[in-house]
Nanobody, 122 residues
């Protein structure tokens, strides 16, 4: 299983960014996917998750209304659209997968991508 996160970069506060997570080696269209993030000196934090069909999503309170998770099962890819970015969103963003229902607990995810850095300048 391989998860490849990309799309990170430096953006000004209030700006937008879209991350991608390309998956291979798993049955993507039956896998629950999630985004986590980790800022320096902090624990890994749940951002949001999406069901295998893409119909259901779950978001952490700090990103509700600003972040949107979607997926394209034909391309084995998940996305994280981020708008109105804040300095508090600065972190390394990771994608993760698990075969059963989505969870906000990072210890329940089996597979992880390498992370992509998002830096929001004020």
């Amino acid at each position: 299983v391989q998860l490849q996160a990309s799309g990170g970069g430096v953006v000004q506060a209030g700006g937008s960014l879209r991350l991608s997570c390309a998956a291979s080696g798993l049955a993507f269209n039956s896998t629950y996917m999630a985004w986590f993030r980790q800022a320096p000196g902090k624990e890994r934090e749940f951002v949001g998750a999406i069901s295998w069909s893409g119909i259901s999503t779950l978001y952490a309170d700090p990103v509700k209304g600003r972040f949107t998770i979607s997926r394209d099962n034909a391309k084995n890819t998940m996305y994280l659209q981020m708008i109105n970015l804040k300095s508090a969103d600065t972190a390394v963003y990771y994608c993760a997968s698990r075969p059963l229902y989505y969870s906000d607990d990072y210890s329940e995810y089996e597979n992880w991508g390498q992370g992509t850095q998002v830096t929001v300048s004020s």
